[in-house]
């Protein structure tokens, strides 16, 4: 079985393999390889371009990588609910018959710190995390590990998200992912 995940992140193609062998235990025959696809979407996406960057790095891994069983791409961002900010991931998942299934985990609230530098600097977050990681040092390796003081890492969203795709192909015939 053959999996090329929709990126060449390292963090990336670990968490999916992680989830992947969770979910696939009987496979012994398994590849997962990662593909330098194109998101489409700026580099902090906002709301639907979050799901929208996940769907284009699976569906360009699939045209230029043919031959796998799945493609999976992974894309974090930023979305407002209830008048707050949060960070969240999209999974998409494509399989070989042309099918997807998408999920996304639950998100973790921009700190207002940061969500004021963007205000005050009139620009995007990746920018403004640049900026506080060189002023403040980097506590973690990514943004809910400077977010948090490293409590929470981003490969928690990813996992999520991953998995709540995922469960939509691999659930058992008894799940109500399999009724008709």
Do not use: C
């Amino acid at each position: 079985m053959r999996f090329v995940i929709g990126s060449m992140s390292k963090r990336k193609i670990e968490v999916a393999e992680k989830i992947i062998r969770q979910f696939f235990l009987d496979t012994t025959d398994m590849s997962v390889e990662g593909y330098a696809s194109v998101s489409g979407v700026p580099e902090t996406p906002y709301d639907m371009q979050t799901y929208m960057g996940a769907q284009n790095r699976a569906r360009d891994a699939n045209v230029h990588m043919p031959g796998a069983d799945y493609y999976i791409g992974l894309e974090s961002g930023l979305t407002e609910r209830y008048g707050h900010i949060y960070e969240e991931a999209w999974s998409v998942v494509l399989i070989a018959d042309g099918k997807e299934y998408a999920g996304y985990s639950s998100g973790l609230k921009v700190p207002d710190y940061v969500l004021q530098k963007m205000n005050e600097l009139k620009i995007e977050h990746n920018e403004v995390m640049t900026i506080l990681e060189q002023e403040h040092g980097k506590l973690a390796n990514d943004t809910w590990g400077n977010y948090s003081g490293g409590i929470l890492i981003r490969e928690v969203s990813l996992e999520e998200a991953i998995r709540n795709a995922l469960i939509q192909i691999v659930a058992p015939q008894v799940s109500f992912f399999k009724k008709t």
